[in-house]
């Protein structure tokens, strides 16, 4: 999940190191990162469902300290999976 703070999650950014491991409605934060850039926080998110992770989702941002978006990572074992089958499986460019 990626993660901007709002201007009250910066005023309270010193909490923003509990957050890791952390976790609620079917999810646990297992990795917490801040970075530069556009986004402040990439976290890792174990979710039991995308029912969980989208509950979790609107619930950390409720909380009003960051405005989160979702994006689901592909290990490169489960993407070489994906792209075999969608060139094996896809329309044909012939």
């Known amino acids: 999940m990626l993660a901007q703070f ?3 999650g910066i005023r309270i950014l ?3 190191l509990q ?3 952390q976790g609620d409605l079917g999810c646990v934060i297992e990795e917490i990162c801040w970075t530069p850039g ?3 926080i990439v976290a890792i998110v174990d979710a039991k469902d995308d ?3 989208t509950t979790f989702g609107l619930a950390w941002g409720s909380a009003g300290n960051v405005r989160s978006k979702r994006c689901e990572p592909s290990t490169r074992a489960n993407s ?3 792209l ?3 060139l094996i499986g896809g329309p ?3």
Do not use: H, I, M, P
Request: negative net charge; charged residues 25%; proline residues 0%.
């Open 6 to 8: 709002t201007e009250e």
């Open 14 to 16: 010193k909490n923003s």
């Open 19 to 21: 957050w890791a491991g």
């Open 38 to 40: 556009q986004y402040d």
């Open 51 to 53: 029912q969980a992770l």
């Open 80 to 82: 070489a999976r994906l």
């Open 84 to 86: 075999e089958a969608a």
């Open 92 to 94: 044909s460019t012939a």
